[in-house]
């Protein structure tokens, strides 16, 4: 099959499209055909190691120490078909159309893919894809769509709601917007100039240029601030909560940790840090909110998967809007 090998650490020159072996599903595992994938954020990470520096030592010996030897074809997310199942598989059958996330097990940068039925230790997840969008389209929900609905589903958003979303026209953002709208928040949008535009069309009452303008600083409250990527100012954040408020951080660094242990006691404003909410059964309450039209991917643009080394370098333009999607044909 066709796939796309991660070569080294560091530039996306380092990702190359190779004829490896299809691989054969065991007794518990699907095999899916991939119709489309996504460059990520995280790929984009992954593939040069910009991670964390603890979290990078585990994560050097678990892919590879030198250069990605163990696993050896990045890429998160997927759409499309099921061509086979393990005798031990009861939930799919050949011909379902599927989607989701491999976690650390990656591997979706290819034409073939092998998943157990149920969510791994890896933290991969799959289910049935919604119907009313393409495979283009379902591929760019997985990841965003479950750390969004897992995090505002432990807030318990309630109409009326300021919610105010750090790093909105993202992957994780973008989803979060549109399902505070749904929940019946008024929502702001903070993000950078140029997705201010997309951010007002999904949804967002309010938007605010986190280059020009400090949130923490406009005088006004919020009954819940999520940040999706771990940039918000700490302390200006709960000074702008209102009594009662939630701080709900999904990509807290270690700072963020210390500091959120360190503020909680005795203050009646709540923090929340990152949990994982990778099951079926948020995959399928995403199914379902995008089949009632409540929800929908933001799509940038399309590559092809031959050109999965450009696609990289225009996520890492900090210009993607919502998501980047990987075309395999
Ligand atoms: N996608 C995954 O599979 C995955 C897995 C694990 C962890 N994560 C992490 O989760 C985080 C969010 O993921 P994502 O996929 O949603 O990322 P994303 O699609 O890149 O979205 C992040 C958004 O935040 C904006 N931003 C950056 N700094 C900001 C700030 N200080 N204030 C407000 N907005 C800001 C970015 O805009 P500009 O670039 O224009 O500044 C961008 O639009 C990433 O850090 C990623 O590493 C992702």
Same mark, same amino acid.
């Given at each position: 099959? #066709?796939?796309? &090998?991660?070569?080294?650490?560091?530039?996306?020159?380092?990702?190359?499209?190779?004829?490896?072996?299809?691989?054969?599903?065991?007794?518990?595992?699907?095999?899916?055909?991939?119709?489309?994938?996504?460059? =990520?954020?995280?790929?984009?990470?992954?593939?040069? &190691?910009? &991670?964390?520096? +603890?979290?990078?030592?585990?994560?050097?010996?678990?892919?590879?120490?030198?250069?990605?030897?163990?696993?050896?074809?990045?890429?998160?997310?997927?759409?499309?078909?099921?061509?086979?199942?393990?005798? $031990?598989?009861? #939930?799919? *059958?050949?011909?379902?159309?599927?989607?989701?996330?491999?976690?650390?097990?990656?591997?979706?940068?290819?034409?073939? +893919?092998?998943?157990?039925?149920?969510?791994?230790?890896?933290? =991969?997840?799959?289910?049935?894809?919604?119907?009313?969008?393409?495979?283009?389209?379902?591929?760019?929900?997985?990841?965003?769509?479950?750390?969004a +609905?897992h995090s505002l589903e432990r807030v318990n958003i309630q109409p009326g709601d300021k919610v105010l979303i750090v790093?909105?026209?993202? =992957?994780?953002?973008?989803?979060s917007? *549109?399902l505070a709208?749904?929940y019946?928040a008024e929502v702001t949008?903070?993000?950078?100039?140029?997705? +201010?535009?997309?951010? /007002?069309?999904?949804?967002?009452?309010?938007?605010?240029?986190? /280059?020009?303008?400090?949130y923490t600083?406009?005088?006004q409250k919020y009954d819940v601030i999520m940040d999706t990527?771990?940039?918000s100012?700490f302390?200006g954040s709960i000074r702008s909560l209102n009594e009662n408020g939630t701080y709900l951080n999904v990509?807290p660094?270690?700072?963020h940790?210390?500091q959120m242990g360190?503020t909680s006691?005795?203050s009646n404003k709540k923090l929340l840090s990152w949990e994982?909410?990778?099951?079926?059964?948020?995959?399928? #309450?995403? #199914?379902?909110?995008?089949?009632?039209?409540?929800?929908?991917?933001?799509?940038?643009?399309?590559?092809?998967? $031959?050109?999965?080394? $450009?696609?990289?370098?225009?996520?890492?333009?900090?210009?993607?809007?919502?998501?980047?999607?990987?075309?395999?044909?």
């Amino acid at each position: 099959m #066709k796939a796309i &090998l991660w070569t080294k650490y560091g530039s996306p020159d380092g990702l190359q499209l190779n004829e490896v072996e299809e691989p054969t599903p065991n007794d518990n595992e699907v095999l899916i055909k991939i119709h489309a994938a996504t460059a =990520s954020r995280a790929d984009t990470e992954f593939r040069r &190691l910009k &991670l964390p520096f +603890l979290f990078s030592i585990p994560i050097r010996l678990y892919i590879g120490v030198i250069r990605p030897t163990r696993i050896k074809i990045l890429g998160t997310e997927f759409a499309g078909e099921i061509v086979a199942t393990g005798k $031990e598989v009861t #939930k799919y *059958q050949t011909g379902d159309q599927v989607y989701g996330y491999t976690g650390l097990g990656m591997g979706t940068y290819a034409e073939y +893919l092998c998943l157990p039925e149920e969510p791994s230790a890896l933290a =991969s997840v799959m289910g049935k894809r919604p119907l009313n969008i393409t495979y283009e389209e379902a591929a760019a929900v997985p990841f965003g769509g479950l750390e969004a +609905l897992h995090s505002l589903e432990r807030v318990n958003i309630q109409p009326g709601d300021k919610v105010l979303i750090v790093g909105a026209g993202g =992957s994780i953002g973008t989803y979060s917007v *549109q399902l505070a709208k749904h929940y019946g928040a008024e929502v702001t949008g903070v993000d950078s100039t140029g997705k +201010l535009d997309m951010l /007002r069309s999904i949804g967002a009452d309010h938007v605010t240029d986190y /280059r020009r303008e400090d949130y923490t600083k406009n005088g006004q409250k919020y009954d819940v601030i999520m940040d999706t990527i771990g940039g918000s100012p700490f302390a200006g954040s709960i000074r702008s909560l209102n009594e009662n408020g939630t701080y709900l951080n999904v990509n807290p660094k270690m700072v963020h940790r210390l500091q959120m242990g360190w503020t909680s006691g005795g203050s009646n404003k709540k923090l929340l840090s990152w949990e994982a909410g990778y099951t079926t059964e948020n995959l399928s #309450k995403l #199914k379902e909110l995008i089949e009632a039209g409540a929800i929908k991917p933001v799509i940038d643009r399309t590559y092809p998967l $031959e050109q999965i080394a $450009e696609a990289h370098r225009y996520v890492e333009t900090d210009q993607k809007k919502g998501n980047v999607v990987i075309v395999i044909k």
